[in-house]
């Protein structure tokens, strides 16, 4: 059964860095394309980017400078880090295997001092 | 690639049909996906390649288009249909997704 988890810090000051993992179970990161998505008050539902089955990466531009993709293949995890965080970073962060087949719930990521 | 869904909102009663348009600002092909959002649940990909039907989507979904516009229609609406409903397309980078279509019980 595949399953996907996001875990994060719900809280983070502006200034500060992000960090959230996706944990998924039931297929094999080196087998399919993770995506993050995230959904904002102010944008609705952005695609951040997403790291390939062989570990490259692709990033949208309203990002990249700040955000940076990774996996950890032995431990089943894709991790997510951006920097430089706004108040308009407020928002649901999800993962998301291949086109979308599956999602993750969602983490609740607050920026607010 | 701007997507533009409409409408915003969409009241219908049970055993009704609607449809939900996404318009895309220049050609994506046929490489257009529609989601389903509910509270609580994870989002559910319905609707691949502007028309191909994922696993486990029940047949009253249907999709359709290419180039610029596409349409989701849901016939004989149930119960467990009302829900948010987007579209995103990723014919190029970056993806982009409609602003969504909330579908209410009249």
């Known amino acids: 059964q595949v399953q996907l988890k996001e875990t994060g810090p719900g809280l983070v000051q502006p200034t500060q860095t992000l960090s959230i993992t996706c944990t998924v179970s039931?297929?094999?990161?080196?087998?399919?394309?993770m995506q993050w998505v995230r959904q904002t008050p102010g944008k609705g539902l952005e695609w951040m980017g997403f790291?390939?089955?062989?570990?490259?990466?692709e990033y949208n531009s309203e990002f990249k400078s700040r955000l940076s993709i990774s996996r950890d293949t032995s431990k089943n995890q894709v991790f997510l880090k951006m920097n430089s965080l706004k108040t308009e970073d407020t928002g649901v962060y999800y993962c998301?295997?291949?086109?979308?087949?599956?999602w993750g719930q969602g983490v609740m990521v607050t920026v607010s001092s | 690639v701007q997507m533009t869904q409409s409408p915003s909102y969409l009241a219908a009663s049970p055993g009704e049909s609607v449809s939900i348009s996404c318009k895309a600002s220049k050609s994506i092909s046929n490489n257009l996906a529609w989601y389903q959002e509910k509270p609580g649940k994870a989002n559910k990909l319905l609707i691949h390649?502007?028309?191909t039907l994922q696993s486990g989507t029940p047949s009253r979904f249907s999709g359709s288009g290419s180039g610029t516009d596409f349409t989701l229609t849901i016939r004989s609406l149930e119960s467990e249909d009302f829900a948010v409903y987007y579209c995103q397309q990723y014919n190029e980078y970056p993806l982009t997704f409609g602003s969504g279509t909330k579908l209410e019980i009249k």
């Open positions: 039931g297929f094999s990161l080196t087998s399919y394309y």
């Open positions: 390649s502007g028309s």
């Open positions: 998301a295997r291949d086109r979308g087949s599956h």
């Open positions: 790291i390939r089955s062989g570990g490259s990466t």
